[in-house]
């Protein structure tokens, strides 16, 4: 069997080593000029303490090739699931070869286990070695943007891409099994992966760990060493927010408005005082940007005997890699319950 | 120990969702026989073939085959050879890559028998199969099924890509070797003719349902017996009158 699988492989085999190896070529060669230019840069930059200009200049430099490579680790799990899973089963069934196949002396269980295994196998083996040559790819990147909550940045760095990869794959499989006609097959498992994937990204992964909330008091120092944003309602009844910087790598799921003493919103009237004279009078009534030359700080000052909090609430820095292990068993988990259905299936198939 | 029938079948139904395929089916199939399974399309011909070798598992009643159950381990796999309607065959694989096939999966493969079949074809080894004709692919896929040494084969429409030169030289050959390896076929056609030459047993599907089953010089000489004697009757006329029988 272990032939026979890797001799109706060998074609798709053969692509994908291709492509991981021209990855690999570039992500080499362009990863060790990115390292030179990060060295260069903070050796010039941390004497004149001008590294937050630098840094950015850097991570735009690189924007374009980065976004592409996430892409590239994004969707190898999904080209695995259309073009390697739907067909596995789907192309038997399509060309009639099942009935050859499954008439040999091996039965269709050993069959099915060997087929899955073994391109498994080489999915997973795949996505890994993009996403391993990816993480070290944009280490410095992400050290210097110190974002590893993103989207691109969690879905495409580290463990994570392992699972999907599974998962996409027996998805494949076992939609080919159903629909038995490789194209819609195809289609429904593209579909179907990218649904999941905006699922738990947007709804189960911040849910994966109880988060942690804090309350954060509302005063001189808080509000010059964290705010990036303050906002007073126009309306005297309407709210007040003020956006705070989390804890340095934590990812913030979500900020409350600013509360009173007893958890309750605080209407603007209250701060109006404060506002006025920070902002000055008339619509201009919110700042923006970083940095204490906004005048949060003497905004916090003013506020401070008001006894506000914002409730921050956030997954600590530390919880990076169990999140990314848990979510990658998630992943592993959905695509064995899919290898049991397939299994299942196989033996009660008609036709 | 007297040796189990080819195939025993009880009551055997099968329905894909209202549509009965086959319904109510009893055979009893003694051992050493070449069987004819005729009837007209969408009879149930197939349906009968694939419940045998284990494709698929009946909706109701039993069917045992050697002996075991189709298709419930290497075991009873290696013991039955199965040939598919439209000779499947991978069209990317070589025909060498076919024979490797047959050798990996199959513990009794008679790599000799194999090759001699290709040599006799005149077939190229490195050939891709999806370049072969109708015909050649018919006896590229019997070649695997009888390849594997099976005690039991079974043929769905083998001969119904091929000329009627080759249909003659096929169903000899298939006879002689069968008689040679003391293989039981069970084969199917819409073609009487076909089966005449080769079978000595017969089954008459029509419908879903058994019109017909036994030796093929029994139901002759009961036939003329009940026709009356002097009346000679050809099998495909007698066939004819069944089927028309049952419509």
Not at chain 1, 301 to 317: E, F, G, K, R, S
Not at chain 2, 51 to 60: F, W, Y
């Amino acid at each position: 069997m272990i032939w026979l699988t890797w001799r109706q492989f060998r074609a798709q085999a053969l692509v994908a080593a291709v492509i991981l190896a021209a990855a690999a070529a570039y992500l080499l060669v362009t990863g060790n000029q990115l390292r030179h230019a990060y060295a260069a840069d903070l050796a010039s930059c941390v004497p004149q303490n001008s590294c937050f200009g630098v840094l950015n200049g850097l991570q735009t430099d690189y924007s374009g090739p980065r976004q592409l490579l996430e892409y590239l680790v994004l969707g190898a799990p999904a080209l695995a699931g259309i073009f390697w899973g739907a067909p596995l089963i789907a192309g038997e069934l399509e060309r009639g070869t099942h009935h050859l196949v499954w008439n040999q002396s091996v039965t269709r269980t050993r069959w099915l286990a060997a087929k899955l295994a073994g391109v498994a196998l080489a999915a997973v083996a795949t996505a890994g070695l993009l996403s391993l040559l990816l993480t070290w790819w944009a280490g410095p990147l992400d050290a210097a943007s110190g974002n590893r909550w993103g989207t691109q940045a969690f879905n495409a760095r580290d463990v994570t891409p392992l699972g999907y990869a599974a998962f996409a794959f027996t998805l494949g499989v076992a939609l080919g099994l159903l629909v038995r006609r490789t194209v819609p097959a195809m289609a429904a498992t593209l579909a179907i992966f990218i649904v999941v994937q905006i699922l738990v990204t947007a709804a189960v992964r911040p849910h994966l760990m109880p988060a942690t909330t804090d309350a954060v008091a509302i005063n001189q120092s808080t509000m010059a060493s964290q705010a990036q944003r303050a906002d007073s309602s126009d309306a005297p009844t309407g709210p007040v927010t003020i956006d705070l910087a989390g804890q340095a790598g934590a990812w913030v799921l979500s900020e409350s408005p600013v509360l009173g003493g007893a958890g309750r919103p605080v209407p603007s009237s209250e701060v109006a005082t404060c506002w006025n004279r920070t902002f000055g009078q008339g619509p201009s009534r919110q700042g923006q940007g970083k940095g204490d030359s906004m005048g949060y700080g003497s905004l916090g000052a003013c506020l401070a005997p008001l006894d506000l909090h914002v409730d921050i609430t956030y997954q600590p820095a530390a919880r990076y890699w169990p999140l990314q292990w848990i979510e990658t068993a998630l992943y592993a988990v959905l695509g064995a319950l899919l290898a049991a259905a397939c299994f299942w299936r196989i033996r009660r198939f008609r036709g | 120990m007297t040796p189990a029938p080819v195939l025993e079948a009880r009551a055997l139904g099968m329905q894909y969702g209202r549509r009965r395929a086959l319904t109510d089916c009893t055979l009893d199939i003694p051992p050493g026989h070449v069987v004819g399974l005729v009837g007209p399309n969408g009879a149930g011909k197939s349906t009968l073939l694939k419940l045998a070798c284990g494709i698929m598992s009946p909706t109701s009643g039993s069917i045992s085959v050697l002996g075991g159950t189709p298709g419930s381990g290497p075991e009873q796999l290696a013991r039955v050879g199965f040939l598919a309607q439209d000779a499947p065959v991978y069209p990317h694989l070589s025909i060498a890559d076919h024979l490797r096939l047959g050798a990996r999966l199959n513990g009794r493969w008679d790599q000799g028998f194999a090759e001699q079949r290709i040599a006799q074809l005149d077939l190229d080894p490195a050939q891709k199969a999806g370049r072969l004709s109708g015909g050649q692919r018919a006896q590229l896929a019997l070649m695997l099924a009888a390849g594997k040494r099976p005690d039991l084969l079974i043929l769905d429409e083998p001969v119904a890509s091929l000329d009627p030169l080759a249909r003659r030289g096929f169903l000899k050959q298939l006879t002689e070797s069968a008689a040679q390896h003391g293989t039981a076929v069970i084969l199917s056609s819409h073609l009487i003719s076909d089966l005449e030459q080769a079978c000595d047993y017969l089954i008459v599907l029509v419908s879903s349902r058994v019109r017909l089953a036994g030796p093929v010089d029994r139901i002759m000489a009961a036939h003329q017996e009940a026709a009356g004697t002097g009346t000679p009757t050809s099998l495909e006329d007698l066939v004819l009158t069944y089927l028309e029988g049952a419509r």
